[in-house]
């Protein structure tokens, strides 16, 4: 069982940065490609971002090409998200996810989820 912890999240104007940290348990964190997803409010779930193991693989959407980086710690069993040039559009709930392969994360699903952290985009 894995459990991931999000933060991070938080209240910004348009053209700030955050930085989403998403905490996991359990020894075998390495072992997960990793991702984010978001869900603005009457919307459904879309995916931000993905990281393989060895951080050798990343997938971003189209919408946050060049001003979000995924990336991860293994050592600190943690995966970030640095978001620059934020818009008022970039706002939702964003969850961490936890997937054995990558197709799944492609898919739109994942084996573990965390419990999401609001960021709210101000124009």
């Known amino acids: 069982q894995v459990q991931l912890v999000e933060s991070g999240g938080g209240l910004v104007q348009a053209g700030g940065s955050l930085r989403l940290s998403c905490a996991a348990s359990?020894?075998?964190?390495?072992?997960?490609?990793m991702g984010w997803f978001r869900q603005a409010p009457g919307l459904e779930r879309e995916f931000v971002a993905s990281?393989?193991?060895?951080?050798?693989?990343?997938y971003y959407a189209d919408s946050v090409k060049g001003r979000f980086t995924i990336s991860r710690d293994n050592a600190k069993n943690t995966v970030y998200l640095q978001m620059n040039s934020l818009k008022p559009e970039d706002t939702a709930v964003y969850y961490c996810?936890?997937?054995?392969?990558?197709?799944?994360?492609?898919?739109?699903?994942?084996?573990?989820w965390g419990q999401g952290t609001q960021v709210t985009v101000s124009s």
């Open positions: 996810a936890a997937a054995f392969t990558f197709s799944r994360l492609r898919e739109g699903s994942a084996d573990y």
């Open positions: 359990g020894p075998t964190f390495i072992s997960f490609y």
């Open positions: 990281i393989s193991p060895s951080s050798s693989m990343r």
